[in-house]
């Protein structure tokens, strides 16, 4: 083989080398993209819940009776028109009312005996949290991404008068849930959805957040 075949054949070889390398590094380039957007999609999110729960609590603190909410007869000024059909930001179109079914029973439709059943996540029985929907609409975030937040309230799960839509029973005895609200707040953006359950009081001093924290998805 002439010296010149050899040098084509080490030619083609380097081409293969650096064209591997350079593919490898857009590969590499494309994934760090999106692991950083997806990053940034879900702290984006996560804040938009935050922001839903800041939102619904001043209305929750005006209310002069935690029933009204729990009966669905009073629901935050934070709402986007009657609850309905809504576009999300990923594209995909779902009901609120069946939001809150999937949150109640993991069903389209609930029925008494699937609200009471007990499972692992709604061990309660007659005293599991019936969840309905107190506010909803688009939340602005600071990277301009489309954000939509669902926030719904339900008896605390500490009560024991077997009345998840009355607040605090306390005809038969002490109730420690009076006065007590659980709040879940789903937050959806493009590609993420982030949940937020709080613990609410009210009491001499006011109304306050008791406890909060992020649940895993």
């Known amino acids: 083989m002439s010296d010149r075949g050899v040098a084509l054949i080490l030619v083609l070889l380097v081409m293969m080398t ?16 999106r692991v ?30 935690f029933t009204r909410v729990l009966t669905g007869a009073s629901v935050s000024s934070f709402i986007d028109g009657p609850a309905g059909l809504r576009r999300l930001p990923d594209g995909t179109f779902t009901g609120l009312p069946a939001l809150t079914s999937m949150l109640n029973c993991e069903r389209a439709v609930c029925s008494d005996v699937s ?26 975030s600071p990277g301009d991404s489309r954000l939509y937040a669902v926030v719904w309230v339900a008896d605390d799960p500490s009560e024991n008068d077997g009345q998840p839509l009355v607040d605090g029973d306390d005809t038969a005895g002490q109730n420690p849930g009076r006065g007590r609200l659980s709040v879940i707040a789903h937050a959806y ?29």
């Not at 709604?122 to 909803?136: S, V």
């Open 18 to 33: 650096l064209s591997a390398l350079a593919m490898s590094l857009a590969l590499l380039v494309s994934t760090e993209s």
């Open 36 to 65: 950083a957007a997806n990053y940034r999609d879900g702290i984006e999110t996560m804040y938009a819940a935050e922001a839903a729960l800041e939102r619904v609590l001043p209305d929750l603190a005006a209310e002069s009776d």
């Open 115 to 140: 609200l009471d059943q007990v499972r692992e996540e709604r061990p309660w029985g007659q005293n599991n949290p019936r969840w309905q929907l107190y506010g909803y609409g688009s939340v602005a």
């Open 189 to 217: 953006g493009p590609a993420t959805r982030r949940v937020l359950a709080a613990t609410i009081a009210r009491d001499e001093h006011g109304t306050r957040v008791l406890s909060w924290r992020f649940e895993n998805q």
